[in-house]
């Protein structure tokens, strides 16, 4: 039997005179895949950041301080957003001067923030904005568990509601305010769902169970 052709170019072309053939080079063994790299460890909780506030100076903070004086311990701006500091029991004055004499005639809100560790427990805000300027400010104050602060419903009836849902979240009672009860909760609801009390999922473990006969509302 006739031995087979080889394809062209399957061969190396034979040495011409003088050179040396080319020994064929060996195969060249498979790379190794590369190790797995280490899992990156875990980063540890960033620090909440902390409000870098810087000093508020203009013409209505001269004259808010000249009229209260003491009573006003910070006047400070974040991120564009002005705010003062008040003692609680000048809140009302300060926001009856605002209204009649620097054009905030429009409570935005009321609403608060929970500190469970410090003596002054809660910081009440009142938000308050001027169409005359286009302006808006918030007045901040800082209160102890229990503390009643004065109702501001004599100088903005729209504090009527805002100082209910207060009350309803937070379980600050406003004295003078014609109405205080809750506005978004059952009656007997327990408890005050933005206070830093226990779990959310426990807020309304009692109500939800005895009305909706389920475990949780959450």
Partial sequence: MADEQKPVGSEPPPPK???TAAKPEPPQAAAKPAPPKPAA??????APAVMAATPWESDLTGQVK????EDISEFATYLGQNFLVVKPDAVI???EFLKLEADFDYLVDVTAVDYPSRAERFDLVYILYSFVRNERIRVKTRIPEGFRPASAVKVHLTANWLEREVFDMFGIEFDGHPDMRRILLPEEWEGYPLRKDYSILQ???KWVKENLGIESGQ
Avoid: I, M, T, W
């Fill in 17 to 19: 005179p003088g050179e």
């Fill in 66 to 69: 000249d009229r209260f004086g």
């Fill in 203 to 205: 807020q309304d473990e």
């Fill in 93 to 95: 004055p300060v926001l």
């Fill in 41 to 46: 460890a875990h980063a540890a909780p960033k």
